[in-house]
């Protein structure tokens, strides 16, 4: 079980650093005879005196790719889907190395602000100017499908391509810590769902039919018309949209296979996209990754209870719907219950979580927003659950990497640690403190464990 924590107590008070290094080898994860590469396990026992400004850790334990491989053809290049060992070092070392959900320890419940310094081997901090530039663009995936996507070193043309996928109600922004940071030396891509960030429609699906006055044209909401132009017919904003979507973006933009990286939703398109399509895939790492997504039943799988139902998302939303939806939107996007829910999912509220709050507010003020949030909430489940996607990723040898903040309030490290018994040989690495989004709150330590 390769349970890698670092835990950060309340109250420390004496300095010391040791480090322990351990030499592991790593599978490739190509079907091709397995080729090996040095590893070593980092433990860092770091506390901090009374006055020093800094992380109160008592121990930081995470893996490092020695051979950056940077430059190598990709076929060779397996970063972050390693196959190691896990094991209590030996000497001085108060941190812990969990064998199971049994052993897990408890941790403190109070989310105090903990200011952050420079531990050595991590990133650099991602403020400023530092990192690679992103650039912003859009893609015409197909007629009024205006898919937007952010970038970041795409000039290291000889470097393994990573894809990251969004959780909801969020999009690419939420990866800006990544790109800077990992555009340095890799290809790296951040996506925004079609229904979600700024991939949302630049005209109303279902127009009006007549024109009212200039006031109620500008407060009526897109999507709450009663006939759906012949582009948005057959539109439902669901995980079988969404899975395709990625596939024509890797095929279109990207043009090779990725190492993909998902967070809440975006971990769960990310194993529904790679059990349905492993030769695009190199490898897939979930952030915290939700084990479901769908509130209505498939037609496929469950066509008499689909047909109880009135609606499954698709445009233009029924009278009944948009009334229930316009109460709901009122709550939800107020700034005051945006601003609760990132309190939430963030388990140090020291996290400057500014931008993602300004970008989700002007998410919600997009005259499509709201019936969009419909669709997503009324579409049908995909054509698989999570464990059969993780069965046919397994099936067809796609390495899988688990990384799950500890404090998160909606999927507990217990879903991740029913995927490691699905998928034992997958690495895992719980992190403390850290909540719902352990890529923004701790992205320094996300990093290393990405690579």
Request: aromatic share 12%.
């Amino acid at each position: 079980m390769e349970i890698l924590s670092y835990n950060c107590p309340p109250n420390c008070q004496v300095v010391n650093l040791r480090w322990k290094l351990v030499k592991k080898a790593s599978q490739s994860c190509e079907s091709k005879p397995p080729s090996f590469r040095e590893h070593r396990i980092l433990c860092i026992r770091r506390d901090f005196r009374s006055g020093f400004s800094g992380y109160s850790i008592s121990s930081w334990c995470f893996s490092k790719n020695l051979d950056r491989e940077k430059g190598s053809n990709s076929s060779n290049a397996v970063q972050g889907f390693r196959n190691l060992n896990s094991q209590v070092l030996s000497g001085s070392y108060d941190g812990y190395v969990i064998g199971g959900e049994e052993d897990a320890g408890s941790f403190p419940k109070e989310r105090e602000a903990i200011p952050k310094v420079l531990i050595p081997g991590l990133p650099d901090e991602y403020n400023g100017e530092s990192g690679a530039p992103i650039t912003s663009c859009f893609w015409e995936w197909k007629p009024k499908f205006n898919v937007h996507y952010e970038k970041a070193g795409c000039e290291n043309v000889n470097s393994p391509p990573v894809l990251f996928l969004p959780g909801f109600g969020v999009g690419s922004f939420h990866y800006e810590k990544q790109l800077k940071d990992l555009g340095k030396d890799y290809r790296a891509w951040a996506i925004d769902f079609l229904g979600q960030g700024m991939s949302l429609p630049d005209e109303d699906p279902t127009p009006r039919s007549k024109e009212g006055d200039s006031t109620e044209e500008k407060n009526f909401l897109w999507g709450f018309g009663d006939k759906a132009q012949p582009w948005a017919s057959e539109l439902a904003y669901s995980v079988d949209l969404w899975q395709d979507q990625v596939c024509y973006f890797i095929k279109e933009v990207i043009r090779e296979p990725v190492y993909v990286v998902g967070n809440s939703l975006g971990g769960f398109v990310a194993v529904y996209f790679a059990a349905c399509n492993p030769h695009l895939v190199k490898g897939v790492t979930l952030l915290n990754a939700t084990p479901f997504w769908g509130f209505s039943p498939n037609p496929i799988r469950s066509p008499k209870l689909a047909r109880i139902l009135p609606w499954s998302g698709t445009f233009p939303l029924p009278a009944s719907v948009r009334k229930l939806i316009e109460f709901i939107w009122q709550k939800i996007s107020d700034p005051e219950s945006i601003a609760e829910v990132l309190k939430q999912v963030y388990a140090d509220h020291a996290t400057n979580v500014d931008t993602v709050f300004t970008r989700i507010l002007e998410t919600t003020q997009h005259p499509a927003a709201a019936a969009s949030f419909a669709s997503i909430m009324f579409a049908p489940q995909g054509n698989l659950s999570f464990r059969e996607a993780l069965s046919r990723c397994q099936m067809n040898g796609v390495p899988i990497c688990l990384i799950y903040g500890k404090e998160d309030p909606w999927v507990k490290p217990v879903w991740g640690l029913q995927v490691k018994r699905q998928v034992p040989e997958a690495p895992y690495y719980e992190i403390s403190p850290a909540g719902h989004c352990p890529h923004d709150e701790v992205p320094e330590v996300c990093s290393l464990c990405l690579l």
